[in-house]
């Protein structure tokens, strides 16, 4: 027999639920008094909704009644288990298991009630989907509504304005489909629609938009990620065959996966093509064009106006921090590697944010706010020197070549977190910026104290940051060979480079004949050919084809990510959850990319 402790938790437990359920009637039932026959429609469904779920008519109990006759859920569920079971278990097993108990056979997402709020006169929409009450904005509801009055069937473009709407609008009649959706007509709809027009909503656009993590996930935006350091990206370090990518959507699935996850891929057997880069990047999407052109060449030029054009070391950096949108890709693709040294070095710059965010918080926040600027001058003088009106010869100087002049000037922080994080109570970071060789003066005031305060403090975080960032166990370091083509992610992993040393035939000058020009560049030490590739197309590319390769086997379009996340299971994120900077259980890691 059971005891009495447990007799007394089901008691009180089943008292909460009737609980809950009059809080719902009660919420359903505050109509004004032109509602009132529909009113009474709520109520007795309702009254048949508690019956069923717990055989009796009777709206609540109290603990000092008889112990209820436990419901009998289990001929309604795939679930064995009793609430006497359940009572004993522990709370953490209550929140997995409930949604395993037996339940009244609800109907698929049905409209259930209506309300109206007198202090902000929004009118919202009571909908129960998978047996959870969901409350939508009439407003919203209007909105989406996409027949072929409303949104045109070639183009997909809306043909009406949201400001069309009416405020006053509201739900006249709600009825479920066949489907399980919510069919819906109005009253007060927008002007010159006929009062016959119906809004229709299916079942997954109802799962879809019914909480932020919902739409999140349903656009595969929370992608899985892993933080890696030497030891995980060089036993996890994708490589694909060059001529599988181009042909192959699965290839190239699994590059868009590796450039999620760990922000890094190689492909192998690139032929000897100087527009290589730009059929890989076709892929993905359109080569970004900037100043550099679609494609640049990366070689040791004399008198060079960016150091990665000499042969000097390059410190571990991102790309093209003066622009407003820095590139999402980086392409870099072998052509020659000749030179003694020049090995290429690779770090992820989001595992060193997330170890920062775990030792020293204020220093993380203060790289999440502090401005740095960066910017790129040339051809009309990149110094105050070249600037200087008080010397003759900057006026010479910066009228020349006005033409070729560049000069790109923006400030970020150096830490972005998800400008619209689902988990408030720790979002996930976005995009790193660490450029140091291209870092403008600060453009914070620094003439108080507090102003010198925060400096001083960046300095210091600037400093821990580094640390982490060019630990000898956080960088990858490899020697590219020809015919490798590496494209990693611009706001997350930096880059670098070791100093090489130059042959003759690099400082000799150009030849300007055809055929031993031709001849001269075989002989070069050491050539590389890139290009970049904004966010926008990549992530496009992303979604087309997760929804091929990830949607569940008879899902609707746009019901997988709701499901299963953007990002991966368990195997994903293997390595990373073993460790210290372990992913969290939601389907996207730790971190993520977007």
Known sequence: MPSAFNITEQLKLVHRLRQLVSRHEHLQCRFA?????????YASDARSYRKNFFGSDHA??????????????????????????LVNSSSDEWRTTASQLQRPPWPKPAFH?????????????????????????VLFLRD??????????????????????????????????????????????????????????????????????????SRWNDVATVLWDRGIIETDLRRLDYGEYMTSDERLFEALQALTRYGLVFLEGVPDDER?????????????????????????????????????????????????????????????????????VFADAFRAATQLRL????????????????????GGGDSDRDRDSENPSSSTSTSTSSANSQHYHHAHTTIELDPHPYQSTRPKLHAVNWSPA????????????????????????????????????????????????????????????????????????????GEKKRERERERDRWFKGGYVDSDPFWSRWRVLSERFKRPAGAPPGAGGAGTGGGGGAAALGVARGGRFGGDDDGGGDEYIR
């Not at 609540?60 to 079971?85: F, H, I, K, V």
């Not at 970004?288 to 060449?297: C, I, L, S, V």
């Not at 999440?368 to 790129?376: F, K, R």
Request: glycine share 4%.
């Open 33 to 41: 008094e032109r509602d009132r026959p529909r009113r009474a429609h």
């Open 60 to 85: 609540s109990s109290t603990p000092q009644e008889p112990a209820p006759a436990l419901p009998q859920r289990a001929t309604r569920s795939t679930s064995s288990r009793s609430l006497q079971d």
């Open 113 to 137: 009630a209506a309300s109206r709020n007198n202090t902000t006169g929004s009118r919202r929409h009571t909908i129960l989907i998978d047996g959870q009450l969901e409350s939508f904005d």
């Open 144 to 217: 989406a509504c996409s027949c072929e009055q409303c949104v045109d069937a070639h183009s997909g473009q809306k043909l009406f304005r949201t400001a069309d709407i009416p405020s006053n609008i509201d739900v006249g009649h709600s009825s479920v489909t066949s489907q399980g959706g919510v069919r819906i007509t109005w009253t007060r709809d927008v002007p010159g629609w006929p009062t016959s027009h119906q809004t229709e909503l299916t079942p997954n656009f109802l799962r879809t938009y019914r909480d932020k993590r919902s739409r999140v996930r």
């Open 276 to 344: 290589a880069v730009e059929k890989i990047a076709s892929r993905i999407g359109p080569l970004k064009d900037t100043f550099y052109g679609r494609m640049w060449d990366l070689r040791s030029v004399p008198n060079a106006t960016n150091v990665a054009y000499t042969n000097r070391p390059l410190s571990p950096h991102m790309d093209l921090l003066y622009f407003a949108e820095p590139p999402a890709l980086q392409l870099l693709h072998c052509l020659r590697n000749n030179a003694h040294g020049g090995e290429t």
């Open 359 to 378: 030792d020293q918080e204020v220093l993380f926040r203060t790289l999440l706010h502090y401005p740095v600027t960066y910017h790129y001058w040339h």
């Open 438 to 513: 291209f870092q403008a003066p600060f453009e914070t005031d620094v003439h108080t104290d507090e102003a010198s305060y925060n400096l001083r403090r960046y300095h210091a975080a600037a400093q821990a940051f580094a640390r982490l960032l060019e630990a000898p166990t956080a960088l990858f370091e490899h020697r590219m060979r020809p015919g490798e083509c590496v494209l990693f992610h611009n706001r997350r992993v930096v880059h670098g480079r070791r100093a090489f040393e130059l042959d003759d035939a690099g400082e000799q000058p150009p030849l300007k004949t």
